[in-house]
C-alpha cells in the first residue's frame, strides 16, 4: 500500500544465461518498471549491472523507468563472507557504490534489500510502484516550443 491505496505488482524473474539472451526481451513488453538486481556481495554481479543488464534494458525498453536494487544485505558484515571476497581482493559493494552507479545509469533510484531479513525488501516494492507512475524517460527530456 501507497498512500492508503493498495497496488498489485506481477514480478517475472528471467534466467540470466547468455543462452537466453535473444528470448529474455520476449517477456519486456508492457514492462512498467524493471528491478534490476546485483548482490552486494558479488562484485561481478555489480559490474553485470552496467556491462549486461542496463543496456539490454535501455535497448529494447529506453523509456521504462527501473530500480537498481542491492540484494543480500544481511551478508555485508558476515566475517566469512568478508574473508572470502578478502581472499580474492575484493569487498562488500558499499551503499554509496550503489548510489553512484544509479545516478551514472540514470536509475530511477537506489534501494536495497535482504530477502532473508526482510529488511528493506517493502521499500523496494514501493519505490518499484512510485517508478511505473513516473512519466517516461524520454517524455521528460523533449522540450516543447510554440511558434
Not at 548482490?39 to 535501455?58: A, C, D, G, L, R
Request: with cysteine.
Amino acid at each position: 500500500m501507497i498512500g492508503g491505496e493498495p497496488y498489485t505488482l506481477e514480478l517475472c524473474d528471467t534466467v540470466g544465461q547468455e543462452d537466453y539472451d535473444r528470448f529474455r526481451p520476449l517477456s519486456f513488453p508492457q514492462t512498467a518498471v524493471f528491478l534490476v538486481c546485483f548482490s552486494v556481495v558479488s562484485p561481478s554481479s555489480f559490474e553485470n549491472v552496467k556491462e549486461k543488464w542496463q543496456p539490454e534494458i535501455t535497448r529494447h525498453c529506453p523509456s521504462t523507468p527501473f530500480l537498481l536494487v542491492g540484494t543480500k544485505i544481511d551478508l555485508r558484515d558476515d566475517s566469512t563472507v568478508i574473508d572470502r571476497l578478502h581472499r580474492d581482493n575484493q569487498k562488500p559493494i558499499t551503499v554509496e557504490q550503489g548510489e553512484n552507479l544509479a545516478k551514472e545509469l540514470e536509475a530511477f533510484k537506489y534501494v536495497e534489500c535482504s530477502a532473508l531479513t526482510q529488511e528493506g525488501l517493502k521499500n523496494v516494492f514501493d519505490e518499484a510502484i512510485l517508478a511505473a507512475f513516473e512519466p517516461p524517460k524520454l517524455l521528460q527530456k523533449i522540450k516543447c516550443k510554440l511558434l
